[in-house]
């Protein structure tokens, strides 16, 4: 990754330094974590890193088929739960009996549920008929740090073996 292409559009936010280098390049966030734990524990100031997540990839795991069935299910069961949390918003207000209250919304709320979930999967004329959780993932994940700490954090982790990558490993 080009150090330079994060300069700029993370000012502000406290995701910048000013001259970031490549310390080094680990497979997993947990290595990664591991080595600036470590630089933490020397004393290093660690607040002059960053752990970047490149190679980005989008992972779609399918998790079930839909049916009209398990739509509405679906809906009135998201329905039931925001009725309820009205309800007890109204009870707040409302004198009388706070069963009728909650049983009322509760039910109306699974209806409108219903309604509404049904006519969103109608709208999608069964061009996706499952459903599904994203993530995205990185692959690699760089640390950085700024250039005039470069040295000193690669002396303090090439002293403890295992924290240090070996760059002419194949990948």
């Known amino acids: 990754m080009d150090p330079s292409a994060l300069r700029g559009a993370n ?3 406290g995701l910048d330094l000013d001259f970031p280098q490549s310390l080094a390049v680990y497979d997993t966030y947990e290595q990664a974590q591991r080595a600036v734990d470590h630089l933490s524990d020397e004393h290093f100031p660690v607040e ?3 752990i970047v997540g490149t190679d980005l990839k989008r992972v779609e795991r ?3 088929r839909l049916t009209w069935a398990r739509v509405a299910a679906a809906g009135a069961i998201t329905g039931l739960w925001f009725g309820v949390f009205v309800g007890l918003v109204f ?3 409302v004198e009388g009996e706070l069963l009728g209250v ?3 919304t509760a039910f109306f ?3 409108f549920g219903v309604v509404w ?3 969103g999967y109608a709208a999608t004329r069964g061009k996706r008929d499952f459903s599904s959780v994203t993530a995205v993932i990185a692959t690699r994940y760089e640390v950085l740090v700024e250039h005039k700490h470069r040295e000193a954090a690669r002396t303090i982790l090439a002293a403890q073996p295992g924290l240090l990558p070996d760059p ?3 990948s």
């Open 102 to 104: 909650l049983l009322s």
């Open 109 to 111: 709320g699974a209806l």
């Open 62 to 64: 399918v998790t079930g």
């Open 117 to 119: 979930s049904l006519a």
């Open 91 to 93: 009870a707040l207000w």
């Open 168 to 170: 002419h490993a194949a």
């Open 48 to 50: 002059n890193l960053l």
């Open 11 to 13: 000012r502000g936010l």
